[in-house]
């Protein structure tokens, strides 16, 4: 009996090295934010008590950004026959598979920090509304042909061909 994933021995294209740094500054904006704003009822009513807050804040963003490297390390996909498979997740792994004739609109988006950095993400949308699968820190390069290449493979399948 054949495992329905049937998940190829080959290796992942991964995502670029450089989309740690992307990430690590994500999260560290998002944590100056969390712990100013966790700071405020403890700066204002000068209770000692309340800066347990945004210390466990910080301590848990640390510990957050610190498995940073390894989350981006799992993020990978691969093309095969009939679709893409999509995987990401260290504790809990999500497999997505995007089959090629389900591909509607394939998009390149570039934040501030991937452009200084030359990353892409790659989004694929699908007439099903849950399967926003994203495929962050691609070389641009390396994007802008994966997406001809996936819109060539869709236009093909939709075809029938």
């Known amino acids: 009996m054949t495992n329905r994933l049937d998940l190829?021995?080959?290796?992942?294209?991964?995502?670029?090295?450089?989309?740690?740094?992307?990430?690590?500054?994500?999260?560290v904006v998002l944590m100056i934010g969390l712990v100013a704003v966790s700071s405020i009822p403890a700066y204002v009513s000068r209770v000692a008590a309340w800066w347990i807050?945004?210390?466990?804040?910080?301590v848990i963003?640390?510990?957050?950004?610190?498995?940073?490297?390894?989350r981006v390390r799992a993020i990978g996909y691969q093309l095969r026959d009939d679709d893409l498979l999509f995987r990401r997740g260290l504790l809990f792994q999500r497999f997505v598979s995007v089959p090629y004739g389900r591909m509607q609109l394939i998009d390149i988006t570039r934040g501030p920090?991937?452009?200084?950095?030359?990353?892409?993400?790659?989004h694929f949308?699908?007439?099903?509304?849950?399967?926003?699968?994203?495929?962050?820190?691609?070389?641009?390069?390396d994007a802008e042909e994966l997406r001809d290449q996936l819109v060539a493979l869709a236009e093909t399948r939709r075809a029938g061909l």
Do not use: E, H
């Not at 190829?8 to 999260?27: A, C, E, F, H, M």
């Open 61 to 70: 963003m640390i510990v957050v950004i610190a498995f940073v490297p390894r």
């Open 125 to 141: 949308v699908t007439a099903a509304a849950s399967s926003g699968v994203v495929v962050p820190g691609l070389l641009v390069a």
């Open 53 to 58: 807050l945004p210390a466990a804040l910080l």
């Open 113 to 122: 920090v991937s452009r200084a950095l030359g990353l892409s993400d790659l």
């Open 8 to 27: 190829p021995t080959v290796d992942w294209r991964r995502v670029s090295p450089k989309y740690v740094l992307v990430d690590v500054i994500g999260n």
